[in-house]
């Protein structure tokens, strides 16, 4: 058993002051410190400082560690751009991404407190090392193709990549799904997919782009050029609306939604999505910004994500959080700073179905501590000042054991 005593602390959806949690590899309780180091006198202690804050572990629901080789090959600043560019660079990128440049992702996220990571992967290469991450793990595997005469060998090797990774489950790591968007995935394929895998968590790119909203809506822009030279397509595979539809009864992360227009969010509202926000990703990609206020209005749970090093130069959600104060700059700061805080642990957490981002007992005891560079003012402005302060996180513990 381990007890901390924090000063301050971050619980998930509130800020609170001066507690004790006690831990082993799950949350048992927490209350006061006199009452907890009573009740477990053999318990090792921690004592945070007055400038130290207590937080749940964050999760980060959206990273493609197999372009992680990428930095400075791909085109920024129009998403069709940077959609040749990958297709260019594809296999150098896929190629030189190996053990080592798994490791090095998987330890920045360590190192900036992420406990728990959603790992979107196309090819399967990452499994191994994904097995061997100290975080919490949801292993989406992703299909993803148009043709139609492909859809047999695309199921094929979907369900060889879920089954390789179904081998790997534990408490730690989760078999998961992901239909990578509307204009790429053949309806007939993406229907088998779900209907062979009820169940299991399932996240999909949905409305990134103007020129994917253009091509879904019109069947034009350059989406359509695009198609019809890699993939001798003139009209699109699906409608956003099909695409809402096919997801009906199955809870999905949705991934930008930033051209999702208000009656697209009402579906997902009432489907009971989420979204995931990946402010640094849109902006590089030429995107625009997701109408964050709009979402938050009609109640659907958005999460952050730093999608992968081929759209953000780092995977490390502080600055993402920081993104985001910047992007959404009409935002009342202090609110919207807590409000970041939440979708980066407990909104994250439920979207994901696992019972971490909240420090309440019986939760895994995913968990860090961050050290600011003075005592925080009061509890209105600590979410702020934890956001802009925080470039590492001091000790981080997953299931109750300290890995930082
Ligand atoms: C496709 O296979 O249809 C596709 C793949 C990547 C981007 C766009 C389309
Ligand atoms: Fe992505």
Redesign the pocket.
């Known amino acids: 058993m381990t007890i901390i005593f924090a000063r301050w602390l971050f619980d998930g959806e509130k800020i609170l002051q001066n507690l004790g949690i006690a831990f082993d590899t799950r949350i048992v309780e927490t209350g006061s410190f006199e009452i907890l180091e009573t009740r477990y006198p053999e318990a090792d202690i921690v004592e945070l400082s007055e400038r130290e804050v207590l937080l749940p572990g964050l999760v980060n629901p959206h990273v493609h560690l197999e372009f992680g080789a990428n930095t400075t090959h791909l085109r920024y600043g129009d998403f069709i751009a940077w959609?040749e560019s990958v297709i260019t660079h594809r296999d150098e990128l896929i190629d030189a991404c190996h053990a080592a440049c798994y490791k090095r992702q998987i330890e920045e996220m360590l190192h900036t407190g992420t406990t728990c990571f959603g790992a979107v992967s196309s090819y399967g290469k990452e499994l191994k090392a994904c097995r061997a991450a100290p975080q919490r793990v949801v292993y989406f595997n992703e299909a993803?193709?148009?043709?139609p005469a492909a859809v047999d060998a695309l199921y094929s090797d979907f369900m060889q990549r879920l089954e390789a990774s179904e081998k790997a489950a534990s408490d730690r790591f989760v078999p998961a799904v992901a239909i990578?968007?509307p204009?790429?995935?053949h309806p007939v394929l993406m229907k088998k997919i779900l209907h062979e895998t009820e169940g299991k968590p399932l996240t999909a790119h949905f409305m990134e782009s103007p020129a994917e909203k253009m091509w879904l809506r019109e069947g034009r822009g350059a989406f359509r050029l695009?198609?019809e030279t890699?993939?001798g397509q003139s009209r699109p595979v699906c409608d956003p609306e099909t695409f809402l539809e096919m997801l009906e009864g199955r809870e999905t992360l949705l991934t930008h939604a930033v051209q999702a227009d208000e009656t697209l969010l009402d579906r997902i509202a009432a489907a009971g999505h989420s979204i995931i926000h990946c402010p640094r990703s849109n902006r590089l990609l030429g995107c625009g910004r997701l109408a964050i206020e709009t979402v938050g209005e009609k109640g659907i749970p958005w999460l952050l994500g730093t999608d992968g090093l081929s759209s953000n130069t780092s995977l490390n959600l502080w600055e993402e959080m920081r993104a985001a104060l910047m992007l959404h700059h009409l935002a009342p700061l202090d609110l919207f700073a807590l409000d970041l805080l939440r979708a980066a642990t407990s909104r994250a957490a439920d979207a994901l179905g696992l019972p971490v981002g909240r420090i309440v007992p019986g939760n895994h005891a995913d968990l860090v501590t961050v050290e600011l560079p003075d005592t925080p003012e009061n509890r209105e402005t600590l979410p702020l000042q934890t956001i802009l302060h925080t470039r590492k996180i001091d000790r981080l513990y997953i299931g109750g054991k300290r890995h930082v």
């Open positions: 959609l993803i193709g148009s043709r990578h968007a204009y790429s995935v695009f198609f890699y993939l």
